[in-house]
């Protein structure tokens, strides 16, 4: 494997890593949030529309996520040899 091939897949590794970690955060701080303000609805209905509200927000960010790392799978190469190219000749200037 080329170094370009290496570099391109740590760098898409770390990406896949953040990206993952962002969707777990954010799940930990729905859930998080949903606890600690459970009693400050005023009724069971309100409590049921602020679950539904909340899981198509998850919902449509996890989508979102997963679209995004698919996306990134299928132009890996273009993208992030971009960039590598990029961060070369910068790294060259300075």
């Known amino acids: 494997m080329s170094d370009l091939n290496q570099r391109i897949e ?3 590794k770390r990406d896949v890593m953040v990206a993952w970690a962002f969707v777990i955060g954010l799940w930990v701080a729905m859930i998080f949030v949903a606890i ?3 009693n400050l609805a005023p009724n069971g209905a309100a409590r049921i529309l602020l679950l539904i509200g909340g899981a198509i927000v998850l919902l449509f960010n996890t989508a979102a996520i997963l679209a995004m790392l698919r996306h990134y799978r299928e132009d890996r190469d273009f993208m ?5 190219k990029f961060l070369d000749e910068a ?3 300075s």
């Not at 992030?80 to 590598?84: F, R, S, T």
């Open 36 to 38: 600690a303000t459970w």
């Open 10 to 12: 740590a760098m898409h």
């Open 80 to 84: 992030y040899g971009l960039d590598i």
């Open 91 to 93: 790294k060259k200037r």
